[in-house]
């Protein structure tokens, strides 16, 4: 994958850039030209994702709880805010965590853009429009959360984090960007994040049963990794502000999915229905005008594509032995 950029960044912090998500842009920035400070506690993240960053001249890696400050030393012109734990298993585990970073984090990082003069992207998500009554959504949609739910420690810190950006874009003149991320897969997620596509290519590789919640009839829009990216540095680079949402607009049933990976792992696992957790939503798929007509941003992946790469990559971590398919 290569993306032009535009502005001319000398030097980007990216924050959780050992996780999933951030890794990948990690890579992407500094493929670029662009050198990056990745900031991770490795709270949810690993050192792993970045191992093949950790010689590369212009990759720094600091050690830090966003909650407690972001002691960078060289100014960056760009900070792209990603930590925050993201899947239900971590963020159900981590809930004051994920507050703090949310919140607080979120301010080290917008007090650090305006100090630096940087653009500051905040990577907010889909989940701030909760179990949502209109579908597809746009970004006029204001969203359905239970804020004392499960799930609010998460979607609550989003908005909040959306809320305090905008605050800090009308009060201090920072340069600011908001995306809403949207189901992302892809190589270096873990496989027992909880989160639907790892968890189903986990268990079709070890030739377990796919566990599908309720009835499996819930939808969910899946963007491969490095679309999610392309959109990421999309919005970065022009000076929108968003929010803009960034996500494949192309749903697919929690059962179709499982019965996918079952087809592209040539596995024989069957499926398994269990229940279903609390306030998880019926429906989730993006409107992408905004960032279509803004941006000049779509995904490219099919979710096949998206699908081949990220079981070969899983199976090469694991180590699977279970045959491919025929293609
Ligand atoms: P991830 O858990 O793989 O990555 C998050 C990273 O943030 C980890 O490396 C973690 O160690 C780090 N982190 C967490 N709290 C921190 C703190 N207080 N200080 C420093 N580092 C901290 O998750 P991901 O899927 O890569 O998600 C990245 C971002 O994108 C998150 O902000 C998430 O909300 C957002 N997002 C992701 C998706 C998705 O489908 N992956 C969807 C919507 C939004």
Not at 51 to 62: S, Y
Not at 163 to 170: C, P
Not at 279 to 305: F, M, N, Q
Request: overall charge negative; glycine content about 10%; charged content about 20%.
């Amino acid at each position: 994958m290569t993306i032009a950029f535009s502005p001319n960044w000398q030097h980007a912090v990216v924050t959780g850039g050992a996780g999933f998500v951030g890794s990948h842009l990690c890579t992407e920035l500094l493929a670029s030209g662009v050198d990056v400070t990745c900031v991770d506690d490795l709270s949810t993240g690993r050192l792993g994702n970045i191992a093949a960053l950790l010689d590369r001249p212009g990759f720094t890696v600091l050690r830090a709880d966003v909650t407690e400050g972001i002691p960078v030393e060289r100014p960056p012109d760009l900070v792209l805010h990603l930590a925050s734990p993201a899947s239900p298993a971590d963020y159900l585990r981590l809930p004051l965590h994920t507050m703090d970073t949310g919140s607080l984090g979120t301010r080290h990082a917008l007090e650090l853009a305006h100090a630096s003069g940087a653009r500051f992207l905040l990577a907010s998500t889909s989940e701030v429009y909760g179990d949502p009554q209109q579908n597809p959504q746009n970004e006029r949609y204001w969203g359905h959360v239970n804020p004392v739910g499960p799930r609010s420690v998460y979607d609550e810190a989003k908005r909040f984090g959306e809320a305090l950006t905008t605050a800090h874009a009308d009060t201090k003149g920072t340069d600011t960007a908001i995306v809403r991320l949207f189901n992302t897969y892809g190589p270096r997620m873990r496989g027992h994040d909880g989160r639907a596509v790892p968890t189903f290519v986990r268990q079709a590789l070890a030739g377990e049963p796919l566990t599908v919640t309720g009835d499996g009839r819930q939808t969910r829009s899946l963007c491969y990794v490095d679309d999610t990216v392309r959109g990421v540095l999309a919005a970065a680079t022009q000076g929108m502000r968003g929010p803009v949402n960034i996500g494949n607009p192309g749903e697919i049933t929690m059962l179709d999915l499982a019965r996918l990976v079952i087809d592209l792992t040539g596995s024989d696992s069957e499926i398994r229905f269990v229940e279903r957790p609390t306030d998880d939503p019926a429906s989730r798929c993006p409107d992408i005008t905004l960032a279509h007509d803004k941006l000049g941003w779509e995904p490219r992946v099919t979710p096949v594509e998206g699908l081949r790469r990220t079981i070969a990559w899983f199976r090469a971590e694991t180590g699977s032995t279970a045959a491919p398919p025929p293609r």
